[in-house]
């Protein structure tokens, strides 16, 4: 019996040894590939891109896109800080079963890529944007028709200017939302809400407006939608 027991142990500390991993191909702005490989089976990844990071898993160069999320089918949690990116983000189609996504610090074209995510459940969203494409942000309706299983939404939105940035002191234009999620608002310089706005913020069960400004003078609102 021990000589069996000492097996199992001996196997099980192997076991490790042998998991299978894939490929992330990132391709760079010049051209070039940087690859990075993770275990196929893993639930989550996050994305580390600052040049101080120890544990980094993404390049410190621009790059235009990332090929192989397709190879990991158990992915439901992916995070990114601080990516050198600033396409439309479309390979996150490629992951199929995430539920939940982190986009921290990004730049990014558009929104219309959050449309396509039928499994997500919360979406953390820190965008940091070229001004070109503030009309994309809060113009543009962003259709969440899809996603039937969306519980939380964290939106801040900051546009970079030569010398910093600033707020636009919007809300994101996030239309036909399912299953009544939360949102919240953090400090995004909302001073005011247009009666579009209020119409939209009537999809979500709670509405969390943090820091913003408006914050002080909230009690005309509450009859329209549930602020907290």
């Known amino acids: 019996m021990k000589k069996i027991f000492s097996f199992v142990l001996i196997f099980l500390c192997i076991l ?16 070039t590939l940087e690859v990075f490989s993770f275990d196929k089976d893993s639930k989550s990844i996050t994305f580390f891109g600052s040049d101080n990071s120890k544990n980094r898993n993404q390049p410190l160069k621009e790059f ?8 990991f ?23 199929k079963k995430l539920k939940s996504l982190g986009l921290i610090t990004v730049n990014a074209k558009s929104m219309d890529v959050l449309s396509d995510l039928e499994n997500i459940e919360v979406l953390e969203l820190d965008y940091f944007i070229d001004e070109i494409n ?11 028709s899809k996603l039937k299983k969306l519980k939380k939404i964290i939106f801040n939105l900051r546009v970079k200017t030569k010398s910093g940035f600033y707020y636009p002191g919007r809300i994101p234009r996030f239309v036909n939302v399912q299953n009544s999620p939360e949102i919240y608002l953090g400090n995004n310089g909302i001073k005011d809400l ?25 009690e005309k609102y509450k009859k329209d939608i549930n602020i907290k």
């Open 16 to 31: 490790p040894m042998f998991s299978e991993t894939e490929n992330l191909i990132f391709k760079l702005t010049d051209n």
């Open 194 to 218: 247009q009666d579009s706005e209020i119409n939209m913020l009537k999809q979500y069960s709670i509405v969390h407006l943090g820091e913003n400004p408006i914050s002080k003078d909230i």
């Open 73 to 95: 089918e158990q992915l439901e949690d992916m995070g990114f800080y601080w990516p050198k990116y600033r396409g439309d983000w479309n390979f996150l189609k490629d992951a």
């Open 64 to 71: 235009i896109d990332i090929e192989g999320f397709s190879k």
């Open 134 to 144: 503030l009309n994309n942000f809060l113009q543009k309706d962003i259709d969440f």
